[in-house]
Each structure stands twice: as structure tokens, then as C-alpha cells.
């Protein structure tokens, strides 16, 4: 699943429950197969984002892009008709997120362009944050069709204005 939020992307993949693939050892060396051990989909959405800890040992919050993607996808399923922020506000404070205050403050600014973008009937897709996105999910693709080359975590967050793209796992193996 992706998804271009103006200036920011975020895709989160699942490569199954029995996703072999090998990993390269050296120039046309392979090592033996490995399993993939990330989370499926719908464990990733259904894990508190209040929770969740990001797997990247230099960052200690989840990437704001992925938050307002796990908001977005819950406002959407949901087609309230209720004001994006103050919608958002309540259900990430809620029990099953148990966001802080402290972490809605880092995301006002975001929550505010969502809004916008809500409001306007769609949200803006830059063409590059589109093209960065698709490149990235193309090459995963082709080492998952392959089996050749390690698998990316499960979850990628490309960041437009910081030109910088990270990998990470979320959610829970179950």
C-alpha cells in the first residue's frame, strides 16, 4: 500500500509469511535462503500508533509522514464527515492510540496540510514524490520476484522536503 501526501510518501509492504530470498555475499555470491520476517499489513494497522517504536536506532519517533498516513487511511475507512483535525486530534488521542500531547504537537503542522488537503476533496500528489515512490516499490518488487537481495523493511517513508528516504519495521510479527 502507498501513498504520495504532497511532499512526503509512505508505503507499507508485506512480502507474505513465507518470502524466502539471499542475501549477496560478494560479487555473484549468494548466501543461502533466508526467511523475511517483517509484519503483515494488517498487523501493522491494527498496532496502536501510541505503541509502536520504530526499529531505527537513530530515531526514536515514528516518521510523522507515517502517522498521518495510519490517520488518513483511518479517517478515510471511516468517511466521517467530521473536521479532519479535530477527528484526528481525538483518534490518535484515543485509548487504541495513546498518542502523547507532546507527539500531537510535533504533527500539528502536518495535521494542518492533511486538513487542507482533505478539505479540497483529495490530497496534492507531487509528480517526483510519486516517481521517487514508484522507483523505490519497483526495485522491491524485482527482488521479491527474483529472491535476490535483501528485502527493505516494511515500511518506507520518503520525505520531499529533506530529499531523504528511510526504512523501517513497524507492527508486530505475529
Request: with cysteine.
Amino acid at each position: 500500500m502507498a501513498e504520495a501526501l504532497g511532499m512526503d510518501g509512505v508505503a507499507v509492504l508485506d512480502y507474505g509469511s513465507s518470502h524466502l530470498y539471499r542475501r549477496e555475499a560478494g560479487k555473484n555470491k549468494w548466501t543461502d535462503e533466508m526467511k523475511a520476517r517483517h509484519a503483515s499489513i494488517e498487523n501493522v494497522m491494527a498496532n496502536a500508533l501510541g505503541k509502536e517504536r520504530p526499529s531505527d536506532r537513530w530515531d526514536k519517533f515514528l516518521p510523522p509522514q507515517y502517522v498521518m498516513y495510519r490517520t488518513l487511511m483511518e479517517h478515510r475507512s471511516q468517511a466521517s464527515e467530521i473536521q479532519f483535525r479535530q477527528w484526528a486530534r481525538e483518534w490518535l488521542k484515543s485509548d487504541r492510540n495513546g498518542m502523547s500531547e507532546q507527539t500531537l504537537q510535533r504533527l500539528e503542522e502536518k495535521l494542518t496540510r492533511i486538513e487542507e488537503s482533505v478539505s479540497c476533496e483529495g490530497i496534492l500528489e507531487v509528480p517526483v514524490v510519486c516517481a521517487v515512490l514508484g522507483g523505490v516499490l519497483g526495485q522491491e518488487i524485482i527482488k521479491a520476484i527474483t529472491r535476490l537481495g535483501e528485502p527493505s523493511k516494511n515500511l518506507i517513508v520518503f520525505d520531499g522536503v529533506g530529499c531523504g528516504c528511510k526504512c523501517m519495521s513497524v507492527g508486530e510479527e505475529k
